[in-house]
């Protein structure tokens, strides 16, 4: 069965500071993974995605996500956090047989503190 | 921002109305998605359509039913709306046939059934 887990409910940095959320995934083949960010009374958007390839995905606003095939990780991550970067985050995969359907993490809360 | 829209915001209704939740695109997607969200909780495939007259249930059990007629709408519809069904609900569409199917949400509907 496919899923990922974010074993973070919530993380907690002071602006300026890099990031991280985290995230593991299990598929089986390969794994198409994705970051979505949700800020309140709002969808979801898309930050980035791993398909194939370099191991480190660049995606919006300044986001970037690694891909470690060895630890079934993909953690985002952000060199330098900003107050307006707090928000739900979501890590995604897609299904490997069908194409259809995402699964999607519990969500992890990023708060940023000036 | 993406060119998907949902109607309405915000609802609260009784137990036992009819009620469909609306979705539009103007993208030219030809999948589309709809799913449960809990507030700040992980999301829930409850059904999805990859293109016109194509409707599939997902993971979630759900008592709504979906209709697609036409590319751009999508809508869910309850036909007895009961306490259980507070939740919010996140359309969703994506290009079909590419590989990395990113998925493009609504602003989301929140539903309280009294």
């Known amino acids: 069965a496919q899923s990922v887990a974010q074993p973070e409910d919530q993380v907690n940095v002071a602006e300026g500071n890099p990031l991280t959320v985290k995230c593991t995934y299990s598929?089986?083949?390969?794994?198409?993974l994705f970051w979505y960010v949700q800020y309140p009374n709002r969808g979801l958007q898309f930050l980035l995605k791993y398909i194939t390839g370099d191991n480190l995905v660049k995606g919006s606003y300044g986001f970037e996500a690694e891909f470690n095939k060895s630890q079934t990780s993909f953690h985002l991550k952000k060199p330098s956090a900003l107050v307006s970067d707090s928000a739900l985050y979501f890590c995604?995969?897609?299904?490997?047989?069908?194409?259809?359907?995402?699964?999607f993490g519990s969500g992890t809360k990023l708060n940023v503190k000036p | 921002e993406a060119d998907i829209y949902q109607t309405p915001r915000y609802l609260v209704i009784g137990t036992g109305k009819k009620i469909t939740l609306e979705c539009s695109q103007t993208m030219g997607h030809d999948k589309m998605y709809w799913y449960q969200q809990d507030p700040g909780m992980e999301l829930h495939l409850i059904h999805y359509s990859y293109g016109v007259n194509s409707t599939e249930k997902g993971d979630l059990s759900s008592e709504s039913t979906v209709s697609r007629i036409r590319t751009e709408h999508f809508p869910l519809t309850l036909e007895s709306a009961r306490p259980s069904h507070t939740s919010q609900y996140l359309c969703a569409s994506s290009e079909r046939g590419g590989r990395t199917d990113t998925q493009y949400f609504g602003p989301g509907t929140r539903l309280t059934v009294l």
């Open positions: 995604a995969v897609r299904d490997a047989r069908n194409f259809n359907k995402f699964y």
């Open positions: 598929v089986s083949g390969n794994p198409y």
